[in-house]
């Protein structure tokens, strides 16, 4: 497992795509003072990613965090998207809410681990996902699965409501 903390160092709702799928129905419990979303997005389905984030953004509302959960929004975004478009697979999205804060999981079925680089100047928005979770979250890594990976971060603050 690859644990980052802030700055390098180490340490249902609105889905109408037909790829997009709960694997753990909302609320549901994810152990004692945790509360648990799960999808699971289709290979390549792009128009998952602001559906994803409509249904994070309606999880948060019990959080209580508002510019927590704005950051959340943005991190996921750049994690669902970078499973999708550098895996051509399927992905799986889990946040957790619990009382030292929320915890973001997405779940791909390749195992090479993503590297935060610098974006090139003509490389327009691409190459800066991992860089922004790297800079925005309290702590963020990579853990391999049994096949795959899954690229999570961690923000701080408030639990469940």
Partial sequence: MTR???GGGPGGIGASSPNVRDETAEGAQAGPGRTQLSRRLGRSDLSAVPEVRAA???FLRRWGNPGRADTAELLTS????N???HTDHDAIVTATLGPRGLRVE???FVGRHPEPR???ADDGTNGRGLVLVQSL???WGVRAHGVGKAVWFELNG????
């Fill in 83 to 85: 499973a999708l478009v």
């Fill in 4 to 6: 980052q903390s802030r």
């Fill in 56 to 58: 994070l953004r309606e």
């Fill in 158 to 161: 408030g639990g469940t409501a």
């Fill in 137 to 139: 979250a309290d702590a």
């Fill in 78 to 81: 750049e994690l669902v998207t």
């Fill in 118 to 120: 610098a974006a090139e």
């Fill in 106 to 108: 997405v779940r791909d």
